[in-house]
């Protein structure tokens, strides 16, 4: 499954098949040159760790479903008032963006470091 975001009437309003956390940062930058209210809309996504739930953070979504999600996201989500599903429950996800955001790293800070990362991958 690839990132996949419903509206409040179950239609798909945005879907992408990028790797990494590249499909939220499309979502987010689709949002900004259109800003609308997400709080009634659905994400899926393949696999949600730290870096995803960051950016589902950003992005205003309330609801998120995952295939697989870590442990470690959970306390992102819960913080900010997402409800989340899944398939599996995993202790964390063998990534570097896992282990880069740090339970001590507030929102801000950790969706700094992500769009770092994302500059210099996409600079290769």
């Known amino acids: 499954m690839n990132l996949q975001v419903y509206d409040s009437y179950d239609h798909c309003v945005f879907s992408d098949d990028g790797h990494w956390l590249h499909p939220l940062f499309a979502l987010l930058d689709t949002l900004s040159e259109r800003p609308v209210d997400v709080s009634e809309w659905r994400l899926c996504d393949k696999v949600i760790g730290r870096g995803a ?3 589902i953070v950003k ?3 309330r609801t998120a479903y995952g295939g697989l999600v870590s442990r ?3 306390p ?3 913080a900010h008032g ?3 599903s899944w398939d599996e429950l995993v202790d964390r996800i063998a990534c570097m963006t896992e282990e880069a955001i740090t339970p ?3 929102l801000e800070k950790a969706a700094a470091w992500l769009y770092t ?3 210099e991958i996409l600079s290769k």
């Open 76 to 78: 992102i989500l819960e």
């Open 104 to 106: 001590e790293m507030d």
């Open 117 to 119: 990362r994302r500059r």
């Open 53 to 55: 739930a960051v950016l």
């Open 82 to 84: 997402v409800a989340v």
């Open 59 to 61: 992005a205003g979504i």
């Open 72 to 74: 470690r996201a959970l």
